[in-house]
C-alpha cells in the first residue's frame, strides 16, 4: 500500500462510533493518500506493506479530528462594539436601537458591503477559528434580509472556502429577522423568503442547508414550517435557531421535519428533547451566546443524555451575541457553564458537530476513508483541551493531508 504521507508515535484520539470513550490509541500511526486516510490505529498493526512518501514523528503528540465548527455567522458587514460599550455605560435598548444599533445596524452595514468587503472582513474571523485546528465551518447568511444581499453573504462564504484550506458549508438564513422595511409584515416576508430568495439560493447552488430563528421576536413555529416545506421542496437539509428565549417547541418541530439540528436549546422540555432523538436530530448547544447575553436557564443535558439525543458545541460567531471565535473556549464554556463531559465537549467539536453537518460520512472521526483532517495537540492529555482558558497549544493543523 502507498501512502502521501505518514504520522507515527502519535496517540490517537479517533473519535470512530462504537469505541468506547475517545476511541484512544495509544501508540497510534496515521497515513494518508490523495488527502484521505487510508490507515488509523495502533502502530503495531501497520500494514507491513505501506510505503509512505513522507513520515512524520509526532513524538508522543496527541492527534485529533480536524475541529468543526457547526453553527456560525462569520459573514457580516460592521461591527458591534460600540453598542456594547453603550450598554456597559448603561444605555437601554431603546436608546441604543435610537443610535442605530441591535440587528439593524448589522443589515444595514452588510447590505453597505460588497462582496470583497465581506470575505476581507471575515478573513480574521476565520483565521482565528482555524489556528485552533478548525478544519470544517459552517457560515450563515442572515444579515442581508433581501435577496442580493442574502446571495452575497452565501457567495463570499463559498469564497472563504477558496482563500483558505478549510471546508466551508454554507446555510441560509433568510428567516432570521424582519428587514426594517417590511414593516412588521412577517407573513408577507417569509412569503418573500420562500418564493424569491430560496429558489434563487438553490438556483445558484449557494446553499448546503436552510436554517430559521424560532422565536417570539422573531419567526412563529408556522412560519419556520412554511421556511421548511420550501427547503424539502428544494432538497436541502434543515436547522434551527429553536427554544433560545422560550419554549415554542421548536425542538420537536426541527425533529417533526428530520433536521439535521436545533440549535441553543435552553428551553427545550423532555418532550422536544426525546423528539430529536427519536428523529436523530443533533442537539448544537452554543454557551458563548447563553454567556454574553447572560443567560441563566440552562440547556437540558441531563434531557439530552436522558434521550439519547446526540450533542455538539459551536461557537455561534455573531456580531451580537456571541463575538466568539474560540473552539476551545466553547469547550470551556460547555463544560463549566453547562457541565458537559470531557468527552461530550472533544465530541462535540468532531464526530457530534459533523453530524449537525450531515458531514459524518466525510470528516469528524479518524477512519479510513474520511478526509484527512488533523489537529496535532502538545498536550499530556485530551482534557487539557477542555481544561485551559485562553491557551492555545496546537502543534500542527491538517487538511486533506497538508
Ligand atoms: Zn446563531
Redesign the pocket.
Known amino acids: 500500500m502507498d501512502a502521501d504521507r505518514l504520522w507515527f508515535n502519535a496517540r490517537l484520539a479517533t473519535l470512530a462510533e462504537g469505541t468506547p470513550g475517545l476511541g484512544i490509541v495509544d501508540h497510534g500511526a496515521l497515513a494518508c493518500k490523495d488527502g484521505r486516510i487510508v490507515y488509523a490505529g495502533p502502530m503495531a498493526d501497520l500494514p507491513p506493506s505501506l510505503r509512505a512518501k513522507e513520515r512524520i514523528d509526532c513524538a508522543g503528540r496527541w492527534i485529533t479530528p480536524g475541529l468543526i465548527d457547526c453553527?456560525?455567522?462569520l459573514v457580516f458587514g460592521g461591527d458591534r462594539a460600540q453598542e456594547f460599550e453603550m450598554r456597559l455605560a448603561g444605555a437601554s435598548y431603546e436608546e441604543i436601537a435610537r443610535a442605530g444599533g441591535g440587528i439593524v445596524s448589522t443589515v444595514k452595514a452588510t447590505r453597505a458591503a460588497g462582496e470583497d468587503d465581506l470575505v476581507t472582513s471575515a478573513l480574521p474571523r476565520l483565521d482565528h477559528l482555524l489556528a485552533e485546528g478548525v478544519t470544517t465551518v459552517e457560515i450563515?447568511s442572515g444579515y442581508g434580509l433581501d435577496t442580493e444581499t442574502e446571495l452575497r453573504s452565501l457567495r463570499a462564504a463559498r469564497r472563504l472556502g477558496e482563500a483558505r484550506p478549510v471546508t466551508v458549508t454554507t446555510t441560509f438564513?433568510g428567516a432570521h429577522a424582519l428587514p426594517p422595511e417590511a414593516n412588521g409584515d412577517k407573513a408577507a416576508y417569509v412569503a418573500k423568503v420562500v418564493d424569491e430568495m430560496l429558489p434563487a439560493v438553490a438556483a445558484e447552488g449557494l446553499a448546503d442547508a436552510v436554517d430559521a430563528?424560532c422565536e417570539g421576536i422573531a419567526f412563529s413555529p408556522d412560519e419556520t414550517a412554511r421556511v421548511f416545506e420550501a427547503a424539502r421542496a428544494h432538497g436541502l437539509p434543515m436547522k434551527l435557531?429553536a427554544d433560545q428565549l422560550s419554549n415554542l417547541h421548536g425542538a420537536a418541530l426541527a425533529a417533526r421535519f428530520g433536521a439535521l439540528s436545533a440549535?441553543?436549546l435552553e428551553y427545550t422540555d423532555a418532550e422536544g428533547a426525546a423528539a430529536m432523538a427519536a428523529a436523530g436530530t443533533v442537539a448544537v448547544l452554543?454557551p458563548g451566546?447563553f454567556y454574553f447575553i447572560r443567560e441563566t436557564k440552562k440547556p437540558p443535558v441531563e434531557l439530552f443524555r436522558a434521550a439519547g439525543a446526540r450533542m455538539a458545541l459551536a461557537t455561534?460567531c455573531?456580531p451580537g451575541?456571541?463575538p466568539l471565535t474560540s473552539l476551545l473556549l466553547t469547550m470551556n464554556m460547555g463544560a463549566t457553564l453547562f457541565r458537559l463531559t470531557v468527552e461530550e465537549c472533544i465530541a462535540g467539536v468532531t464526530r457530534e458537530a459533523a453530524r449537525a453537518l450531515g458531514r459524518l460520512d466525510e470528516v469528524g472521526t479518524l477512519e479510513a476513508g474520511k478526509w484527512c483532517d488533523l489537529a496535532i495537540w502538545d498536550i499530556e492529555r485530551p482534557a487539557e483541551l477542555v481544561y485551559r482558558i485562553g491557551f492555545n497549544p496546537l502543534h500542527a493543523r491538517v487538511w486533506r493531508g497538508k
Open positions: 453553527h456560525t455567522h450563515k438564513l430563528f435557531h440549535d441553543h452554543l451566546a455561534d455573531n451575541t456571541s
